[in-house]
Nanobody
Framework: QVRLVESGGGLVQAGGSLRLSCAAS????????IHWYRQPYGKQREWVGI???????NYADSVKGRFTISRDNAKNTVYLQMNSLKSEDTAVYYC??????WGQGTQVTVSS
C-alpha cells in the first residue's frame, strides 16, 4: 500500500523559510517521480514542482528561484525547501506520486 506523509508546515513571516518533507512507503521510491502541489484556501490545487528519479527538477514560474526540491533515496523522502516566502505561498502543500497517490497535506501559512 502506497503511503505519502507530508510534514514541516507551519507559520512563518514573509521572507522566511520552511522545509517540507514527503516520506514515502509502499513504492520503489528511487525510481519514482514526485510532484509537489499546493492548494490555497478556496482555490484550486496548483502544481509547484517535480523531481525525477534522476534528480532533475522543474518548477512553476511562481516559485522558481525561491523553492528547491531534493530527494534522499536512502530515506525514501523528498524535500521542498521554500525560501523568501510570500503571503501568496500560504496553502496546504501535498506531494504526489504516479498512481494518483497523495499525502494528507501540510499547512503553510505566511504572515505579512
Amino acid at each position: 500500500q502506497v503511503r505519502l506523509v507530508e510534514s514541516g508546515g507551519g507559520l512563518v513571516q514573509a521572507g522566511g523559510s520552511l522545509r517540507l518533507s514527503c516520506a514515502a512507503s509502499g513504492i520503489i521510491f528511487s525510481i519514482n517521480t514526485i510532484h509537489w502541489y499546493r492548494q490555497p484556501y478556496g482555490k484550486q490545487r496548483e502544481w509547484v514542482g517535480i523531481i525525477t528519479s534522476r534528480g532533475s527538477t522543474n518548477y512553476a514560474d511562481s516559485v522558481k528561484g525561491r523553492f528547491t526540491i531534493s530527494r534522499d533515496n536512502a530515506k525514501n523522502t523528498v524535500y521542498l525547501q521554500m525560501n523568501s516566502l510570500k503571503s501568496e505561498d500560504t496553502a496546504v502543500y501535498y506531494c504526489n506520486c504516479p498512481g494518483n497517490h497523495w499525502g494528507q497535506g501540510t499547512q503553510v501559512t505566511v504572515s505579512s
